[in-house]
């Protein structure tokens, strides 16, 4: 795939390697999603016993193996943006264990930033896309998302690159194997449904570029509107609406998208707002 990539940008066949590319894409999609929710469901957090457990992920990748964050005796990692945020989980169905999460801040109040807006507003290069120039309801930010050890890479090193990566596949299924690759898109999915049933207009979020860029193979096309900085890693701020994500989300991934879409709407149900 790396080999594809590198032809994609070539002048005269270019063309042609990012249809092959995104056709092998879309059909990937089409059969990651009849699996996906066999295996994976999408949770929301919506009471303490559930965004404790979205914290205990964060506090293992985020604190002891990212060092990002200072450890918590507690084994949490939270901050003052969780208060006005909604977190978002995929649960393995079979061992009910939780795959990864990521976090929707939603300030509801005039004083209450996003954490873009905080650490790096100064990385912001584009004069009309600013959370600054919208009222606090219309904009959010996705971050923190977080994959735990286990449902990215092996428990032993049977072979070279088991550190970097690579899914244990002692545990899992070859099926449930071919969904785990796809959990960073379906956390991303589960807060664009969530984004979406909220009527939230702007979305932002400030990640590294090569993940940008992965997510735009399939179809999640971030604008980047400033330039990369250093802020635990080279990251770039970058913005998204619902009508961008709709209009370039390939057509394996719009189903995908639907189908974590009705299991989010029937979780909110009971909610009286989100």
């Known amino acids: 795939m790396k080999k594809l990539r590198w032809l ?11 249809r092959a590319m995104g056709y092998m894409v879309n059909r990937e999609a089409t059969n990651i999603t009849k699996h996906f929710s066999e295996f994976l469901t999408p949770t929301l957090a919506l009471d303490e016993a559930a965004r404790a457990e979205a914290f205990s992920i964060r506090h293992q990748v985020y604190c ?25 989980m995929i649960k393995h169905i079979r061992t009910g264990n939780f795959a990864g999460t990521v976090r929707i801040v939603r300030p509801t109040e005039e004083s209450q930033l996003l954490p873009i807006e905080k650490y790096c507003s100064n990385a912001i290069g584009s004069d009309k896309i600013n959370p600054s ?10 971050s923190r998302l977080a994959v735990p050890a286990q449902f990215r890479r092996r428990q032993t090193d049977k072979f070279k690159g088991a550190e970097t990566g690579v899914i244990n596949e002692y545990t899992y299924s070859e099926k449930e194997l071919r969904c785990f690759p796809f959990i960073a898109i379906g956390l991303y999915l589960t807060a664009a449904s969530v984004v979406i049933q909220a009527g939230i207009k702007h979305t932002f979020v400030m990640m590294e570029p090569r993940l940008a860029r992965s997510m735009k193979f399939v ?7 400033g330039p990369a900085v250093e802020y635990h890693g080279i990251r770039a701020p970058y913005y998204i609406n619902p009508e961008l994500l709709l209009r370039n989300l390939t057509p394996g991934f719009k189903h995908m998208l639907t189908s974590i879409t009705q299991s989010v709407d029937a979780q909110l149900k009971n909610v009286d707002s989100i």
């Open 8 to 18: 994609a940008e070539r002048p005269v066949i270019g063309p042609i390697v990012k």
């Open 64 to 88: 002891k193996e990212l060092k990002f964050e200072d450890e918590n005796p507690d084994g949490i990692e939270m901050d003052d943006f969780d208060a006005y945020s909604i977190l978002c």
């Open 133 to 142: 120039n919208f009222a606090r309801s219309e904009i959010c930010e996705i």
């Open 219 to 225: 179809g999640i096309e971030f604008d980047q509107i």
